[in-house]
């Protein structure tokens, strides 16, 4: 076989990776300062939150919390509508790049996560530390006018070279900033760029004098698992796998939680600016029926309260209680649903460690290593980000070199990926996409976001009424109502079932109809409303408008969907702007009229009128078309009931230049 090498094609790698280096290393080096700042305010405000402690032990600044709420309601109702997407908004500008993240997300969401923690709400910090790095990212590519392509790079950079500093693990971070976006699926065509900018932001934490907290792991020297040739306990890794089952669960526990809490809240309260006072009297509640070790990030203890429950505590026996991953929960969920700002990333460390300890005592395993590993996989379940998560618990542990010696890597990827599939099509970021379901579920349609997955699911109670009615088997019309998104305004959908038996199976979902779809395409063609057929005489000033002929002969040679669409401002092929009349209509104002059918029908039918459609401006789109059916039911998938005939006209050669795919 001769040998093949295309030098050009090497160089331009080469260019490309000097390009990034340039534009992502000063990117990931502001985010860095940024986010070095932000730690050091953490820092300080959590510091002065517990002096402030009380004979009870609950910080006396507790009590103003909801009056903090108030103020940051007023702040992003005065300043951040445009940001309240937060994280959401940063995935949907590097699915669909648009107008980018406004720069005022990076002050508005530090100040106000910041006064979170200072009054002791229960939040995190990595999605700060996130949309820092993607307001920061997109403020960089406006300046710097980059292509649509190249920001979407730059805002996966931001997201890398925030999270991977706020943490200490760059690996992790370029990894998380490629994985996060779609379920199932990794963009490694961007792993370079975040690499180089993660690295960048996390070594100028470093060189800004802040310290990451370490976490140790000892039990495996005792247990004799280090060997020179790591080796397998067999029953360790099947208490592994079955704790990896309660991690998933809990992730799915807190996104659940989370987004109904949001929902009751803004029916609670039609004002979003008091809602996080509501949020701030139920912490405060919490926190006095329960224990103030729940507030605030809860890494490590009070130094008034050395017994607290925290992160770090959760590695050692007695550390935790069999439930303080659920008031961590609970605390987390009633604090960021009511409107308070901060992540869900370091609350997720606390949940999994914290269960992980429960679980370690249950089935009697190793207490740091199961809170080692609840610490990663819940965030991989909740996330849905398992091979981040694996090499977050390997960067977390590198500083223990033993541990490569004893399997631990596969504990780590067994309790990552489990939770990961064991959580379902559920998340904290409901912009994210599922690029590959899960299970390969049929019931989800392609490339949807958990935003719309969650409508598709049936309601809790409503699963076990349809379960309770499936295995009575009475036969009786049954009614699934998906529920409604936080964010959408669209109103509840009904699906009337026929006397088909409920049955569970495949993935567990409850819909009995199923979506089919086919590649059709759509063809749009602009003209003025007053525009007529063109050389036709007198007798063309009596005949119908263009649109009217292009419409009844679409509807004659069996086109699937034909219409017009009136505009009221806008031109076309690069005439004049025209803008509707207050009182007299605008004949000259820009009209389209819309076909959708079969590609092949579609060329076909502009190709035999082309005299109708000659010099317009014509631009074709693929789609899908859907059929909803039961399941099992075969489905005719033709879109056409009359397809046109294969006619062979001769029409002008420009035609086909019009047709623009």
């Known amino acids: 076989m001769p040998f093949r090498w295309n030098p050009r094609e090497h160089i331009a790698l080469g260019q490309y990776v000097l390009k990034w280096m340039i534009i992502g290393a000063p990117a990931g080096a502001v985010v860095g300062s940024s986010v070095a700042g932000f730690l050091w305010a953490l820092d300080k405000?959590?510091?002065?939150?517990?002096?402030?402690?009380?004979?009870?032990?609950?910080?006396?600044?507790?009590?103003?919390?909801?009056?903090?709420?108030?103020?940051?309601?007023?702040?992003?109702?005065?300043?951040?509508?445009?940001?309240?997407?937060?994280?959401?908004?940063?995935?949907?500008?590097?699915?669909?790049?648009?107008?980018?993240?406004?720069?005022?997300?990076?002050?508005?969401?530090?100040?106000?996560?910041?006064?979170?923690?200072?009054?002791?709400?229960?939040?995190?910090?990595?999605?700060?530390?996130?949309?820092?790095?993607?307001?920061i990212a997109s403020t960089v590519g406006r300046w710097i006018r980059l292509t649509q392509i190249d920001t979407r790079t730059l805002l996966m950079c931001g997201v890398a070279a925030g999270f991977g500093a706020v943490f200490g693990t760059p690996l992790t971070g370029a990894i998380f900033a490629v994985e996060v976006l779609a379920i199932g699926l990794v963009d490694f065509q961007a792993i370079v760029p975040c690499l180089i900018a993660s690295i960048a932001g996390d070594w100028i934490v470093r060189a800004w004098g802040i310290h990451h907290t370490s976490y140790h792991i000892g039990s495996f020297v005792h247990m004799n698992l280090v060997q020179g040739i790591p080796q397998l306990d067999w029953l360790l890794l099947g208490k592994v796998a079955i704790a990896a089952a309660a991690f998933g669960l809990a992730s799915v526990v807190f996104a659940e939680l989370a987004h109904g809490l949001r929902r009751v809240f803004k029916w609670a309260i039609p004002w979003p600016i008091f809602r996080p006072a509501l949020g701030g009297i139920i912490v405060i509640g919490l926190a006095f029926a329960v224990a103030p070790d729940y507030l605030g990030l809860g890494v490590t203890a009070d130094p008034h309260r050395p017994n607290q429950v925290t992160i770090l505590s959760s590695f050692h026996e007695g550390g935790a209680t069999y439930w303080s991953w659920w008031w961590k929960i609970l605390f987390t969920a009633v604090t960021l649903s009511s409107g308070?700002?901060?992540?869900?990333?370091?609350?997720?460390?606390?949940?999994?460690?914290?269960?992980?300890?429960?679980?370690?005592?249950?089935?009697?395993?190793?207490?740091?290593?199961?809170?080692?590993?609840?610490?990663?996989?819940?965030?991989?379940?909740?996330?849905?980000?398992?091979?981040?998560?694996?090499?977050?618990?390997?960067?977390?542990?590198?500083?223990?070199?033993?541990?490569?010696?004893?399997?631990?890597?596969?504990?780590?990827?067994?309790?990552?990926?489990?939770?990961?599939?064991?959580?379902?099509?559920?998340?904290?970021?409901?912009?994210?996409?599922?690029?590959?379901?899960?299970?390969f579920s049929s019931d989800l349609p392609p490339d949807t976001s958990l935003r719309n997955a969650r409508e598709l699911l049936p309601r809790f109670g409503g699963f076990f009424s349809e379960l309770v009615n499936g295995l009575s088997n009475n036969g009786?019309?049954?009614?699934?109502?998906?529920?409604?998104?936080?964010?959408?305004?669209?109103?509840?959908?009904?699906?009337?079932?026929?006397?088909?038996?409920?049955?569970?199976?495949?993935?567990?979902?409850?819909?009995?109809h199923k979506v089919s779809s086919r590649e059709i395409g759509q063809v749009r063609i602009?003209?003025?409303?007053?525009?007529?057929?063109?050389?036709?005489?007198?007798?063309?000033?009596?005949?119908?408008?263009?649109?009217?002929?292009?419409?009844?002969?679409?509807?004659?040679?069996?086109?699937?969907?034909?219409?017009?669409?009136?505009?009221?401002?806008?031109?076309?092929?690069?005439?004049?702007?025209?803008?509707?009349?207050?009182?007299?209509?605008?004949?000259?104002?820009?009209?389209?009229?819309?076909?959708?059918?079969?590609?092949?029908?579609?060329?076909?039918?502009?190709?035999?009128?082309?005299?109708?459609?000659?010099?317009?401006?014509?631009?074709?789109?693929?789609?899908?078309?859907?059929?909803?059916?039961?399941?099992?039911?075969?489905?005719?998938?033709?879109?056409?009931?009359?397809?046109?005939?294969?006619?062979?006209?001769?029409?002008?050669?420009?035609?086909?230049?019009?047709?623009?795919?």
Not at 72 to 94: A, C, P, R, T, W
Not at 533 to 554: C, H, M, N, V
Not at 652 to 660: F, N, P, R, S
């Open 476 to 512: 009786d019309s049954k009614t699934v109502r998906p529920e409604s998104s936080e964010d959408s305004k669209q109103p509840k959908v009904n699906v009337e079932m026929n006397d088909e038996p409920f049955s569970i199976g495949g993935n567990g979902m409850s819909h009995r």
């Open 45 to 135: 405000a959590t510091q002065i939150r517990w002096s402030t402690d009380t004979p009870l032990g609950i910080p006396w600044l507790l009590f103003l919390l909801p009056l903090a709420g108030i103020s940051i309601g007023l702040l992003y109702h005065l300043f951040g509508k445009s940001v309240e997407g937060g994280n959401n908004l940063i995935m949907e500008q590097i699915h669909e790049p648009g107008g980018g993240v406004p720069s005022r997300m990076a002050p508005l969401v530090l100040i106000s996560t910041v006064v979170t923690h200072l009054f002791g709400g229960s939040a995190g910090r990595e999605g700060t530390a996130v949309q820092m790095g993607g307001s």
């Open 526 to 661: 602009y003209m003025a409303p007053r525009d007529k057929r063109k050389g036709t005489g007198i007798k063309g000033f009596f005949s119908k408008p263009l649109y009217q002929e292009i419409i009844d002969a679409a509807k004659t040679d069996g086109i699937l969907n034909a219409m017009a669409h009136h505009t009221h401002y806008g031109y076309s092929g690069k005439g004049k702007i025209q803008s509707n009349g207050q009182e007299i209509p605008n004949s000259n104002l820009n009209l389209c009229v819309e076909l959708i059918g079969d590609r092949e029908h579609l060329e076909l039918f502009c190709r035999r009128h082309g005299d109708l459609l000659k010099g317009r401006v014509i631009v074709y789109k693929h789609m899908e078309h859907w059929d909803i059916h039961e399941h099992g039911q075969k489905v005719d998938l033709e879109v056409s009931d009359v397809p046109i005939a294969e006619l062979d006209v001769d029409v002008e050669d420009d035609v086909d230049d019009k047709i623009a795919e």
């Open 340 to 439: 308070f700002k901060g992540g869900e990333v370091t609350p997720l460390f606390f949940v999994g460690a914290a269960l992980g300890n429960t679980m370690a005592r249950i089935l009697h395993a190793p207490v740091d290593l199961f809170a080692g590993l609840g610490f990663v996989a819940v965030f991989a379940g909740a996330t849905n980000t398992p091979l981040a998560c694996t090499v977050m618990g390997i960067e977390l542990f590198a500083g223990q070199p033993e541990l490569i010696h004893s399997g631990f890597v596969v504990y780590v990827a067994t309790a990552c990926f489990l939770a990961y599939l064991l959580s379902g099509h559920s998340g904290v970021y409901l912009s994210q996409r599922i690029g590959i379901s899960k299970a």
